[in-house]
């Protein structure tokens, strides 16, 4: 059984930082492309960045482009999220997700197999 824990939620003001961790526990799987999401209260999950097995290929949605840096550390089994110039609209619940093959695909939650159960992060203006 894969599991995946998140880390490094939290509440921080507008403008501040915040770097999200997701550990594999499975490292057969650690070297699979891996993404995170976010879903905000009342809204769908979306995808927000995802990672390929090197590193090579990384993707963001709009929203985060120029703030946030996905990336992994595969010896640790670990995927971070680094989130600076934060936005009260990046208040959500932050997932870390794993495909259950190398090659990432259109980042969407159904081309994901394993989730963690989610890191609140918090943007007060």
């Known amino acids: 059984q894969v599991q995946l824990l998140e880390s490094g939620g939290g509440s921080v003001q507008a403008g501040g930082s915040l770097r999200l961790s997701c550990v594999v526990s499975a490292s057969t799987y650690s070297a699979n492309c891996m993404g995170w999401f976010r879903q905000a209260l009342g809204k769908e999950r979306e995808g927000v960045a995802q990672?390929?097995?090197?590193?090579?290929?990384?993707y963001y949605v709009d929203s985060v482009k120029g703030r946030f840096t996905i990336s992994r550390d595969n010896a640790k089994n670990t995927v971070y999220l680094q989130m600076n110039s934060l936005k009260p609209e990046d208040t959500a619940m932050y997932y870390c997700a794993l495909r259950g093959t190398l090659a990432c695909r259109t980042l969407v939650d159904y081309n994901f197999d394993y989730w963690g159960q989610g890191t609140q992060v918090t943007v007060s203006s």
């Open positions: 990672i390929s097995t090197g590193g090579s290929y990384t």
